[in-house]
């Protein structure tokens, strides 16, 4: 293409013309003339980024109107003032984002992180400064926070600037930081008790080791996170006890109950009157399978009972007592220890609630057998229906339970799963359920046979609940 066509198309065409021709372009001054005359900014946008002039690019970095422009030329200016002044001052955040990226000044890269209002680029700019001095004067100014919080953590093996960020900090992110940081108690303390913002006060109680001030925190704040916090770092049992059943927030209390090291204790906890979840909490860390035997005797609460099983188990009657517990899920975890088949086929015969966790026992030890045996068992079809539709898939095990197949889902599951063609018009003609012979009469497209099931029997009319069961028949049983 000549260059006259170029700037022909560059004059007159389309968007999508002048785009495509932008590609081939080479010539630095249409480039500049598209970039500072197009209408289309991102046409605009894209002659910009094969410009070499860095005037012009200045210029369009600086006073163009449209960001993705000013962006465009961002990514090609060299010049540290226009990139100093857009990393301050422009209005695109990407376009101070690309800035910042190209910037070596650290005290511009300073002023960026104590001013700019996204995140991202305050955090850029504050990754770019090696500068101790300038790293503690964003720490200390900041005010939008994660300038200050950045250059805080950069400054995590100084104490001396730790302590002066934590007591001078502007911005709460800065201070919580040099809390997170720092193991200074006198600075600590006060940081954890007068601080005007919670997680302040909770990164610094974190590091707290004086067990009085912890208490003395503890006793002074608030905020329930905060209070969690101290407790969780207390040591003293007693004061665990009173603030696991006393405290009205329950993560306090729950934190206090995980605090908590001696199993007396713990027991005190348990048989207390505290909520469950603080009870469960205490019962997780009960490791004498004898005292976990005590306390499962006298416990209802599911929370606590779930802890306490998992110790239970390792004690010689640990099984028999989960098996005979009234929780259900107790028995369930019972008898997913169990391994003797016998046991889980009357388990499953005797007790619904655990039914399902036996058959699947069975199902891993294979015994099929068994599991075939409680379909013949069972009364309800649809404890039947479970079991075949979970674990029995060979037509040699479906014919041995058959007789037992009754209702619709049932019916169809099993009779989907016949290949042999002699059976299904055996069972389509002599199957004690008309469901099980409707299913097999359609699979094998017998449609004399389907008009005549389609009659009830008891009452001579055409059974309606079969409708749209039954491919191009209709209810009359007309095809």
Known sequence: MTKDEMERILEEGDFKERMRVLDEVEDQKILERVAMEDEHMSVRAAATRKLRSQKLLSELALHDSEGCVRVAAVERVKDPDTLAFVARFDDSRNAR???????????????VAKSDEYDANQIAAVTRITNMSLLLDVALEDTQGHGGGCAAEKLRDDPVALTMILTKGKAAMARAAAAFYSRDQEVLKDAALFDPDPYVRRCATRNLTDQDVLMLVYSNETSPRVRAVAAGHMTDSERLFQIATHDPDRDVRIAAAGAVKDEETLARIIRSDADEYTRGEAAKKIKDPELAEVLFAKESAHAVLYHLRQTIIKAPKGLDLLLSNT????????????DDPEVLYQTALADPEVRRSAESALAVLGRLDLLKKLVCEYENWLDRYLIVLNYIKEQEDIEEILPYVSEKPFAETV?????????????SRSHPSRDVCMYAAIRLGNVKRIRELLIDPETGKYDRSWIGKIPDLGVDGKK
Request: glycine fraction near 4%.
């Open 415 to 427: 009779v989907s799963r016949i290949k042999d063609v002699k059976l299904l018009r055996k069972i």
């Open 327 to 338: 929780d259900v899920g107790s028995r369930r975890s019972g008898v997913e220890m169990l």
């Open 97 to 111: 984002k690309i800035a910042i990226s190209k910037i070596t000044d650290e005290e511009v890269l300073a002023e």
